[in-house]
């Protein structure tokens, strides 16, 4: 019996996970004996939502591993990698290509458009959340938003587009990090009340274990946060995750939590806010003296980038259906600035340095590199913010 609505990897691998036609296509020109015509596809998006100006792209690991031992050849930006929708001339921008025969990687298109286009929309918002709270402690706190079953993508998604800490214990495993918490409301509830939580906290976790309180439970936050300060002596932090029908002003709340930990001795306590916390609150928090955030359901449910894969090329001549761009291209980036454009040798807005922008990671289905690790994927995102200007 299946417990959970979960695909294995075997269930992906052998194409259960894709769309039904694809499937019967594959049928159809094997008949036809057109299964192993070559072509090219390029995967492309020709907007990011919300307005984003730009994005960035994450599960290109997973793409790889999808297909691995089929005789493709896989060139992709490098995971982590900022991009826009279209290059300076208008054309969208090609992220990643694969060219082999048709019959060999068809199948899989649907997954591999899904580990992209879900991954790449959680670490571009991530991405954003961390350029607006500059070198700010953000932890994730998403995962009970969405199905568990990707829950580890959840997190190395969030992690690689600069947050600092994960919550499950599978989650950093997987990344190499060990998982954080403060305290859940229930903590409070069960023993009774906030002092008597927090006097608990402090006589049974592990000594390394930071205290972090949780001081909106019963009470207005102040009084908690002193209730805190007096139960824990080593008191870390106190966090803030008031329901939004009680919250008011919310960086008054901070303000006035500050204070009062000031005031008793507690200028060393770290002021964190959860809950319902956007981009557009982030920067009247941080000036409220906000010290760190627990960003949740618009992380984990950011939306997916609407990435399509399209044949441009088959048999060496340009093909592409009604609204698509035809042909091999040969995508560049500036140097400078970060840019991209087709068929170029030099940036045509500055005249600088142009460098081909897609690496190839998979040559007749074998790994033509080494793939990178999770933290050298995340020091890319942080790196190309400077790029970020670019798009805007």
């Given at each position: 019996m299946?417990?959970?609505?979960?695909?294995?990897?075997?269930?992906?691998?052998?194409?259960?996970t894709?769309?039904?036609?694809?499937q019967?296509t594959?049928?159809?020109?094997?008949?036809?004996?057109?299964?192993?015509?070559?072509?090219?596809?390029?995967?492309?998006?020709?907007n990011?939502?919300?307005?984003?100006?730009?994005?960035?792209?994450?599960?290109?690991?997973?793409?790889?591993?999808?297909?691995?031992?089929?005789?493709v050849?896989?060139?992709?930006?490098?995971?982590?990698?900022?991009?826009?929708?279209?290059?300076?001339?208008?054309?969208?921008?090609?992220?990643?290509?694969?060219?082999?025969?048709?019959?060999?990687?068809?199948?899989?298109?649907?997954?591999?458009l899904?580990?992209?286009?879900?991954?790449?929309?959680?670490?571009?918002?991530?991405?954003?959340?961390?350029?607006?709270?500059?070198?700010?402690?953000?932890?994730?706190?998403?995962?009970?938003?969405?199905?568990?079953?990707?829950?580890p993508?959840?997190?190395r998604?969030?992690y690689?587009?600069?947050?600092?800490?994960?919550?499950?214990?599978?989650?950093?495993?997987?990344?190499?990090?060990?998982p954080?918490?403060?305290?859940?409301?229930?903590?409070?509830?069960?023993?009774?009340?906030?002092?008597?939580?927090?006097?608990?906290?402090?006589?049974?976790?592990?000594k390394?274990?930071?205290r972090?309180?949780?001081?909106?439970?019963?009470?207005?936050?102040?009084?908690?946060?002193?209730?805190?300060?007096e139960?824990?002596?080593?008191?870390?932090g106190?966090?803030?995750?008031?329901?939004?029908?009680?919250?008011?002003?919310?960086?008054?709340?901070?303000?006035?939590?500050?204070?009062?930990?000031?005031?008793?001795?507690?200028?060393?306590?770290?002021?964190?806010?959860?809950?319902?916390?956007?981009?557009?609150?982030?920067?009247?928090?941080?000036?409220?003296?906000?010290?760190?955030?627990?960003?949740?359901?618009?992380?984990?449910?950011?939306?997916?980038?609407?990435?399509?894969?399209?044949?441009?090329?088959?048999?060496?001549?340009?093909?592409?259906?009604?609204?698509?761009?035809?042909?091999?291209?040969?995508?560049?980036?500036?140097?400078?600035?970060?840019?991209?454009?087709?068929?170029?040798?030099?940036?045509?807005?500055?005249?600088?340095?142009?460098?081909?922008?897609?690496?190839?990671?998979?040559?007749?289905?074998?790994?033509?590199?080494?793939?990178?690790?999770?933290?050298?994927?995340?020091k890319?995102v942080?790196?190309?913010?400077?790029?970020?200007?670019?798009?805007?």
């Amino acid at each position: 019996m299946t417990r959970f609505n979960i695909a294995t990897e075997q269930d992906i691998l052998r194409g259960k996970t894709s769309d039904i036609y694809f499937q019967r296509t594959l049928e159809i020109l094997k008949k036809e004996k057109r299964d192993r015509v070559s072509v090219l596809g390029e995967v492309t998006t020709h907007n990011l939502p919300n307005g984003w100006a730009w994005g960035v792209l994450s599960g290109v690991e997973e793409a790889v591993r999808l297909l691995e031992g089929k005789p493709v050849d896989l060139w992709s930006l490098p995971e982590g990698s900022l991009f826009t929708p279209k290059t300076a001339s208008g054309i969208p921008t090609p992220v990643m290509t694969v060219e082999g025969p048709y019959g060999a990687f068809g199948l899989f298109e649907t997954p591999m458009l899904g580990l992209l286009c879900q991954a790449s929309g959680i670490t571009t918002k991530a991405a954003r959340v961390r350029k607006l709270a500059g070198d700010k402690r953000i932890i994730s706190f998403g995962v009970r938003r969405m199905h568990p079953g990707v829950a580890p993508m959840i997190e190395r998604s969030v992690y690689i587009g600069g947050f600092d800490d994960v919550t499950t214990p599978l989650g950093a495993e997987r990344l190499g990090l060990s998982p954080v918490g403060t305290m859940p409301h229930a903590l409070t509830i069960v023993m009774g009340g906030p002092k008597e939580a927090f006097e608990a906290m402090h006589r049974h976790l592990e000594k390394k274990i930071p205290r972090i309180a949780l001081v909106d439970t019963y009470y207005d936050e102040k009084i908690e946060a002193n209730i805190a300060a007096e139960a824990i002596p080593d008191l870390a932090g106190v966090r803030i995750d008031t329901h939004s029908t009680r919250r008011g002003n919310l960086a008054s709340i901070v303000r006035e939590v500050r204070w009062e930990l000031d005031i008793r001795g507690h200028k060393d306590a770290k002021l964190y806010v959860s809950g319902g916390i956007s981009e557009e609150k982030i920067p009247e928090l941080l000036e409220a003296g906000v010290d760190g955030f627990g960003i949740g359901t618009s992380l984990s449910n950011a939306p997916t980038i609407d990435f399509a894969f399209d044949i441009v090329e088959m048999e060496g001549k340009p093909v592409a259906k009604r609204g698509k761009f035809g042909g091999r291209k040969r995508l560049m980036r500036c140097v400078e600035h970060g840019c991209y454009e087709v068929d170029v040798r030099e940036c045509p807005g500055c005249k600088g340095e142009v460098k081909p922008a897609l690496v190839q990671y998979l040559r007749k289905g074998r790994l033509a590199r080494k793939l990178p690790g999770v933290k050298e994927i995340r020091k890319r995102v942080l790196d190309e913010m400077k790029y970020a200007h670019f798009a805007l």
